[in-house]
């Protein structure tokens, strides 16, 4: 059975950092790129930040570009998402996804296979 289980969500203050977790069971880890989406209220879920199986290739969008840092430990099936210098434009429901690439190829921004149930982050002003 597939699970993708995100924690690490919360309450911050404006300025504040967050580390979110993503654990994927029920598959070869390495094989698959993994990613963040979020969510805000009223918003369609938008991509956050990727990153593929072997942990060498990152991808971001330009709004979180040099604030969050994706990275993953394959020897513990565990995806990461740093996030430092929150804005209260940050605040979303955070989700992890997992996409099936055992081929390398380039990362891409959709296609994900898998989702995580969500964690949510709040930054207050």
């Known amino acids: 059975q597939v699970q993708l289980v995100e924690s690490g969500g919360g309450l911050v203050q404006a300025g504040g950092s967050l580390r979110l977790s993503c654990v994927l069971s029920?598959?070869?880890?390495?094989?698959?790129?993994m990613g963040w989406f979020r969510q805000a209220p009223g918003k369609e879920r938008e991509f956050v930040a990727a990153v593929d199986g072997l942990g060498r290739s990152t991808d971001y969008t330009d709004s979180v570009k040099g604030r969050f840092a994706i990275s993953r430990d394959n020897a513990k099936n565990t995806m990461y998402l740093q996030m430092l210098s929150l804005k209260p434009e940050d605040t979303a429901v955070y989700s992890c996804a997992a996409k099936f690439n055992p081929w390398r190829t380039p990362l891409t921004r959709g296609g994900y296979d898998y989702w995580g149930q969500g964690t949510q982050v709040t930054v207050s002003s």
């Open positions: 029920g598959l070869t880890f390495n094989t698959y790129d």
